[in-house]
T-cell receptor, first 112, second 112 residues
Framework: TQLLEQSPQFLSIQEGENLTVYCNSS?????LQWYRQEPGEGPVLLVT?????EVKKLKRLTFQFGDARKDSSLHITAAQPGDTGLYLC????????????FGGGTRVLVKP | DTAVSQTPKYLVTQMGNDKSIKCEQN?????MYWYKQDSKKFLKIMFS???????INETVPNRFSPKSPDKAHLNLHINSLELGDSAVYFC???????????FGPGTRLTVL
């Protein structure tokens, strides 16, 4: 069973501060995805990383896939209240029909 | 236009009842999923269908029976509902071997 652990579970910061969310596993994944979920809605994909060591940037968000493809991080620079939400990482394994295993989520609150 | 839609949005029912949740996607995807998100926001895969065929069946009680009448639809029927079935159920879809899954808005099921 592949398990993904996210840390921290909850993060409360002031607008303008930086934050990092971690996603760790003992398993190797074909891909690692980050989703953001708003209350009452389904998760929305932010990014997919597939190559070990890969770094992707999406405006103020920076995503990194570990060299061994077992872990990932999401860094937000100068957080804004609009970044508030539940961030979920999910590992995919092609050999298992691209089944996604989700982490427990990190709830981020950015106060104005 | 809604890409992945689910009905109903909310479902409140008594223990022991049988209920169905419907999912439709208009993205032309060939793979569809059902996930369960518990009160702690942990998202867990239940089933996956590819071209109307079941390809993933996680350890789910056989009271849950998915049905895919065609590639665009995946319904979930639940017999003899229990208190522990209360959760938000998400439908998702994907095309081919791509990694991205598109999620529906969720159905909040409450069993009293």
């Amino acid at each position: 069973t592949q398990l993904l652990e996210q840390s921290p579970q909850f993060l409360s910061i002031q607008e303008g501060e930086n934050l990092t969310v971690y996603c760790n596993s003992s398993s190797v994944f074909s891909s690692l995805q980050w989703y953001r979920q708003e209350p009452g809605e389904g998760p929305v994909l932010l990014v997919t990383v597939v190559t070990g060591g890969e770094v992707k940037k999406l405006k103020r968000l920076t995503f990194q896939f570990g060299d061994a493809r077992k872990d990932s991080s999401l860094h937000i620079t100068a957080a804004q209240p609009g970044d508030t939400g539940l961030y979920l990482c999910a590992g995919g394994i092609k050999a298992a029909g691209n089944k996604l295993t989700f982490g427990g989520g990190t709830r981020v609150l950015v106060k104005p | 236009d809604t890409a992945v839609s689910q009905t109903p949005k909310y479902l409140v029912t008594q223990m022991g009842n049988d209920k169905s949740i419907k999912c439709e996607q208009n993205l032309g995807h060939d793979t569809m999923y059902w996930y369960k998100q518990d009160s702690k926001k942990f998202l867990k895969i239940m089933f996956s269908y590819n071209n109307k065929e079941l390809i993933i069946n996680e350890t789910v009680p056989n009271r849950f029976s998915p049905k895919s009448p065609d590639k665009a639809h995946l319904n979930l029927h639940i017999n003899s509902l229990e208190l522990g079935d209360s959760a938000v159920y998400f439908c998702a879809s994907r095309w081919g071997f791509t990694d991205t899954q598109y999620f529906g808005p969720g159905t909040r099921l409450t069993v009293l």
